[in-house]
């Protein structure tokens, strides 16, 4: 029972090991996937390939270890023994073995397929329960929980369905086993007789071989409960193995030669810090769909320059590559006089950039650590001076729990302006040299309204900010205008010539 214990131990803490590193290094090589990967991924499926799938190769490594390597080793032993036993009787089951080899691959290869199409339509059927169950608000103001659940039951009897195909197939598969490990004995009984009819083999002989032909069929038996486990295994493997093999078109990689960070020149005030040439941009995504058609724009250093234009003219494009979450597939973007691409791109956003996005988003985390997000080496004097700046210290510190209260999952617990204040006192905190501003375009009341504009006119102040505007206030405070329509430019100006 001491190797017993020493071994089941061994082993569990072995997979568990597997399986935490395999998430580890998942989880690392999802945080350094561009934004077009996420385009292209539901975070649902992410999460089912982090816990699922891992999951189910670490079970089926344990199998395979804990009963496969014994049984496996035992199958070879037993048949190398009865070859030297007897080759001529051996002959018998080893010419009919490569038989049972192609027909086990065949459905080997049709139950993979299987188990792939069900693992993907079980990620189907968690998508639709994680974007229920996040949208909870909105499935409920719409009255919509009969139909979330309908739409769940559908895509879960799928998946139901396709588990059933393969439990049949696996089913299948082992009576399949079994049948060829009676008909090795069939075939030796036949065999044997012939042998001894013809005076070649003794009764004795044949009966001491059946014993070992039993002995190695017994143990092939026992693995081919094993052959489920792998098959489902083996495809969970595979797409871990897969999407850790996914490398990013952008790559972050803080402190490569040759990159920039810093700006290549020094820009004084009214010389261009950001300026966008003849760019034009299709979402990865969307390659046919053209959003920006030769853009070019010019953002001075120390100006405010506001966007504005119509829903979908390609505004918040415009900022998305200034961010770097994407390339332009034509023209180029300016920093300092040099092309974006030639400075590193975690420079880019963690020092560079501010972005204050129409919908920020929270964690669930304190206040303090929200807005330390980005900064975190930031003093807490730092973050009330930021803060301050973001006109939320005051309600921060109406809070019983001051900076230490938890915001809760999404930032629900905090309304919709004091989190925009949070997210404003954020970008401040780093102190970007480019403030990118995403006008909210949804309501706040009067007075949250009139506290985030004042956090907004205080944030832009002496800064070069880039903000879509949705607002005439705005617009009105803003030294440059540039209107977007249908991917392009239709005007760019002073905001004196508007004025006239
Ligand atoms: N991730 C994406 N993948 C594919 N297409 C996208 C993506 N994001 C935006 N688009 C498309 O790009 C076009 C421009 O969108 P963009 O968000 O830049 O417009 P906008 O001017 O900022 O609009 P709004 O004022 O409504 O925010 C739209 O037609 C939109 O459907």
Redesign the pocket.
């Known amino acids: 029972s001491g190797v017993t214990f020493a071994y089941i131990s061994l082993l569990g803490c072995v997979g568990e090991n597997l399986a935490a590193r395999l998430r580890r290094r998942l989880m690392a090589t999802l945080l350094t996937q561009d934004v077009a990967f996420f385009?292209r991924h539901r975070s649902a499926e992410l999460l089912s390939r982090l816990s699922g799938d891992v999951q189910d190769f670490k079970s089926a490594f344990k199998s395979a270890v804990s009963q496969g390597l014994r049984n496996a080793t035992q199958t070879v032993g037993s048949l190398g023994y009865l070859v030297a036993m007897s080759p001529r009787l051996s002959a018998f089951f080893l010419l009919y073995i490569p038989l049972v080899v192609a027909v086990g691959l065949g459905l080997g290869s049709m139950l993979r397929a299987l188990s792939k199409r069900a693992a993907a339509q079980q990620a189907a059927a968690n998508a639709v329960a994680h974007e229920a169950l996040t949208q909870m608000r909105s499935v409920k103001a719409f009255g919509m929980e009969a139909e979330e659940l309908r739409l769940y039951e559908g895509q879960v009897e799928e998946a139901a369905a396709l588990a059933r195909r393969l439990a049949l197939g696996i089913g299948l598969f082992q009576a399949l086993s079994n049948l060829a490990v009676n008909g090795v004995v069939l075939t030796v009984l036949c065999g044997g007789g012939v042998c001894i009819g013809r005076g070649e083999l003794t009764a004795g002989e044949l009966t001491a071989y059946l014993v070992g032909v039993q002995t190695a069929m017994r143990s092939a038996a026992n693995l081919s409960p094993l052959f489920g486990h792998a098959i489902k295994g083996a495809t969970a493997g595979g797409r871990v193995f897969r999407l850790l093999d996914s490398r990013p078109c952008i790559e972050i990689d803080r402190g490569r030669p040759g990159l920039l960070t810093e700006l290549a020149a020094p820009v004084s005030a009214g010389q261009d810090l950001v300026r966008l040439e003849n760019v034009r941009f299709a979402?990865p995504?969307?390659p046919d769909?053209v959003?920006l058609d030769g853009v070019s724009l010019t953002v001075p250093s120390g100006c405010v320059v506001a966007v504005c234009?119509r829903?979908?003219?390609?505004?918040?494009?415009v900022t998305q590559l200034l961010t770097r979450f994407y390339d332009p597939t034509d023209g180029r973007v300016l920093l300092a006089g040099r092309d974006l691409r030639s400075y590193d791109p975690g420079w880019v956003r963690d020092r560079l950039v501010g972005l204050i996005p129409?919908e920020p988003a929270l964690f669930c985390a304190t206040i303090r650590e929200n807005i330390r997000y980005g900064r975190p080496e930031a003093t807490d004097a730092e973050v009330e001076a930021a803060a301050r700046l973001a006109q939320a210290h005051k309600f921060i510190k109406a809070f019983p729990r001051g900076y230490d209260t938890h915001v809760g999952e999404r930032g629900l617990a905090v309304s919709g302006g004091q989190k925009q204040r949070i997210a404003i006192a954020r970008a401040l905190l780093k102190d970007p040299k480019l403030l990118i501003l995403d006008e909210a375009t949804s309501a706040l009341d009067s007075e949250s309204e009139r506290l985030v504009q004042a956090a907004l006119q205080q944030a832009m102040q002496g800064r070069t900010v880039i903000v879509?505007a949705h607002r005439l206030s705005t617009i009105e405070s803003a030294d440059y205008v540039v209107v977007?329509g249908n991917g392009r430019v239709l005007e760019a100006s002073a905001l004196a010539i508007f004025r006239v």
């Open positions: 385009d979402y995504g969307r769909a959003v234009g829903s979908g003219a390609g505004k918040s494009t129409q879509i977007m």
